[in-house]
């Protein structure tokens, strides 16, 4: 019955649920019929988030799963690794299911440079969308799911960009939905589009194992079961690139503060303790911090800012200043 079965795949905060509410609205002013479909985070900002939409000219669509996606759109390319190793079983489906259809990356790659970890023939199409969001949002990291939107139309030819522009604006009125329109409509025009795209991966049957964490891209670690490399907790749900840093001595608030209260996690990850009597400022916890950066957007003093993990680590190997509590430091190819 199904005429398109769409996986939105994205992690909690990337605006994955208000993107799938869109195009469905989309789709059902084309008067097609239209069932979505979600699968949740387990954690604010950080665990992944599934849409499952289904599009028909025919009702009674069931709302569940697709088993059989022809369109895609992938919200960051690192969960493409995510099938590669197989290391969470709902977003490998939702990705990998698909062998012939449309498949949407927010990638800086072009469409012939990305690694695609299964069979696959039809169309791919990349854009930066964190990069474009980024420009017109000014959040890092942005959500980027309705500039994804854009690289979709033109990808897929279901919708004109002026088609869907009146769908976001509706949908967030005001700035915010203009802004986002704006975004679309960049991602539209910067669209790189391969058609006839063809990938050969042997993934017959597809494997499920415990991966070693060196396998896995750095910082990128989705959804894992075994400790990590410097996580004494080993979360399995971190997601980031970079961590809030704070100079203590721009630190203006005394006593509780807004960027300790608005933690996604019920203020867990970025604390004020371990600073020594009548000290100001913040250190986070490591092993479970986001990456979200909601303690920057809110911060009064402007003292804590996102720093690029790599450059922190490159300067304090055991995040010195920057974590609350010492870790523990795995050895390289440790089981």
């Known amino acids: ?26 789709v059902a002013d084309e008067e097609k019929f239209v069932s979505m479909n979600v699968y949740p985070g387990t954690r604010a900002r950080s665990a992944p988030v599934i849409i499952f939409i289904k599009i028909s ?43 012939r259809g449309t498949l949407v990356v927010n990638t800086t790659r ?36 309705l500039t994804l939107l854009g690289l979709y139309a033109a990808a897929t030819g279901r919708f004109q960009i002026d088609e869907l522009k009146p769908h976001i604006t509706g949908h967030f009125p005001g700035r915010v939905g203009e802004l986002n329109a704006q975004a679309a409509q960049e991602a539209f025009e910067a669209a790189c589009v391969w058609r006839g795209a063809t990938t050969e991966i042997d993934r017959t049957p597809p494997i499920r194992r415990s991966v070693n964490p060196t396998d896995l891209p750095e910082f990128y670690q989705f959804d894992r079961y075994d400790p990590l490399p410097g996580f004494t907790q080993g979360s399995p749900w971190v997601w980031r690139d970079k ?16 960027s300790e209260v608005v933690c996604p996690d019920a203020t867990g990850f970025i604390v004020r303790e371990g600073l020594g009597e009548g000290v100001q400022g913040y250190r986070i916890d490591v ?49």
Do not use: W
Request: glycine share 8%; with cysteine; hydrophobic share 35%.
């Open 1 to 26: 019955m199904a005429i398109a079965e769409l996986n939105l795949v994205g992690m909690s905060g990337q605006g994955a649920v208000q993107t799938g509410e869109v195009l469905s609205r989309a």
């Open 57 to 99: 000219d025919k009702p009674g669509l069931a709302s569940c799963a697709n088993y059989n996606p022809t369109e895609v759109i992938v919200f960051q390319e690192e969960l493409l690794e995510t099938v590669r190793h197989s290391t969470h079983e709902v977003v490998e489906d939702a990705i990998g299911l698909m062998r």
């Open 110 to 145: 072009a469409p012939q440079e990305l690694s695609v970890p299964f069979d696959f023939e039809g169309t791919i199409a990349t854009v930066d969308a964190t990069g474009i969001a980024e420009k017109y949002l000014n959040r890092i990291p942005p959500p980027v799911g």
């Open 243 to 258: 961590v809030p840093v704070c100079v203590d001595e721009e630190c203006i608030c005394k006593g509780l503060c807004i």
């Open 287 to 335: 092993d479970y911090c986001r990456g979200c950066g909601l303690c920057v957007e809110v911060c009064v003093g402007d003292a804590i800012t996102m720093v690029p993990e790599n450059e922190v680590l490159s300067e304090k190997p055991n995040y010195e200043g920057v974590t609350v509590t010492p870790f523990r430091t795995r050895e390289k190819g440790a089981k």
